[in-house]
T-cell receptor, first 110, second 112 residues
Framework: EDQVTQSPEALRLQEGESSSLNCSYT??????LFWYRQDPGKGPEFLFT???AGEEKEKERLKATLTKKESFLHITAPKPEDSATYLC???????????FGSGTQLTVLP | SQTIHQWPATLVQPVGSPLSLECTVE??????LYWYRQAAGRGLQLLFY??????ISSEVPQNLSASRPQDRQFILSSKKLLLSDSGFYLC???????????FGPGTRLTVL
């Protein structure tokens, strides 16, 4: 059974304090790893798809990286507007659906 | 560009009442469509997915059902709601080959 674990569950940062969120996974045949951002009361917003170990993608202050066992979402010099829950999901094997982690709730204080 | 709509945005229903949530996608053809439920503080649980009109796969035995009467319309229904049906319901779409899923704005359902 595919498993996705995100850590930490919650993270509080000062504005400008860089950090990383972790997504570790146990799957059979990874086909893709996805990062989403979710604001309270809204649907998840797609950020990145990573397909193979060593791949990196960047968007503004966010950079996602992938290894064979985990993915990191690096946040550089965060701003209060980066506060949200960040979700990780994997697509593996012959599955038609994604398996989601429980998310990391990020709060950036001004 | 593609857009996905869900309605209603919020719904408060008594136990035992019926349910109908609607999702429509614009700007794409023959999408895969998905219904998820998200409980507070938890990840997303896949309820149903569809690869075409009238083709529905259920992932979790439950009180709910889904239908796809048109290519870009996906409906989540229940004949009699339970308290445990409360939650945030999300619809999503992807291209037919799968891969990235794009989510709608969600429906907050409260069953009293």
């Amino acid at each position: 059974e595919d498993q996705v674990t995100q850590s930490p569950e919650a993270l509080r940062l000062q504005e400008g304090e860089s950090s990383s969120l972790n997504c570790s996974y146990t799957v059979s045949g990874l086909r893709g790893l996805f990062w989403y951002r979710q604001d309270p009361g809204k649907g998840p917003e797609f950020l990145f798809t990573l397909y193979s170990a060593g791949e990196e993608k960047e968007k503004e202050r966010l950079k996602a990286t992938l290894t064979k066992k985990e993915s990191f979402l690096h946040i550089t010099a965060p701003k209060p507007e980066d506060s949200a829950t960040y979700l990780c999901a994997v697509w593996a094997g012959s599955a038609r659906q994604l398996t989601f982690g429980s998310g990391t709730q990020l709060t950036v204080l001004p | 560009s593609q857009t996905i709509h869900q309605w209603p945005a919020t719904l408060v229903q008594p136990v035992g009442s019926p349910l109908s949530l609607e999702c429509t996608v614009e700007g794409t053809s023959n999408p895969n469509l998905y219904w998820y439920r998200q409980a507070a503080g938890r990840g997303l649980q896949l309820l149903f997915y569809s690869v075409g009109i009238g083709q529905i796969s259920s992932e979790v035995p439950q009180n709910l059902s889904a239908s796809r009467p048109q290519d870009r319309q996906f409906i989540l229904s229940s004949k009699k709601l339970l308290l445990s049906d409360s939650g945030f319901y999300l619809c999503a779409w992807s291209v037919p080959s799968g891969d990235t899923q794009y989510f709608g704005p969600g429906t907050r359902l409260t069953v009293l």
